[in-house]
Nanobody, 119 residues
Framework: QVHLEESGGGLVQAGGSLRLSCKASRRAYSLYAMGWFRQAPGKEREFVAAIGWSANYSRYADAVKGRFTISRDNTKNTIYLQMNNLRPEDTAVYYC????????????WGQGTQVTVSS
């Protein structure tokens, strides 16, 4: 129910860092959660990280734990994904999504931002 716009992707060397941003068009803090997903070439979209708006929680895929950090700025209706120690296998299009409620799936994807990590 909100429009999302991702930004911040780019080309980096292995071990480098990027920070992705996802701007929502309305009060995202009224949603249950927002999150980041990614889709690599030939792969299905997979979960990366999520952060709650009405509750203080965050969660991460095992593949990114300890390297990625999700955060939010309520006043800007924006979430971020700080990606450190990037690996070639992190190469993917990264999408931002919303989760309207605890029983709902993530959706409302933006157009995505490309992250490419060279070896």
């Amino acid at each position: 129910q909100v429009h999302l716009e991702e930004s911040g992707g780019g080309l980096v060397q292995a071990g480098g860092s990027l920070r992705l941003s996802c701007k929502a068009s309305r009060r995202a803090y009224s949603l249950y959660a927002m999150g980041w997903f990614r889709q690599a070439p030939g792969k299905e979209r997979e979960f990366v990280a999520a952060i709650g708006w009405s509750a203080n929680y965050s969660r991460y895929a095992d593949a990114v734990k300890g390297r990625f950090t999700i955060s939010r700025d309520n006043t800007k209706n924006t979430i971020y994904l700080q990606m450190n120690n990037l690996r070639p296998e992190d190469t993917a299009v990264y999408y931002c999504g919303t989760r309207p409620g605890a029983s709902a799936d993530f959706g409302g994807w933006g157009q995505g931002t490309q992250v490419t990590v060279s070896s």
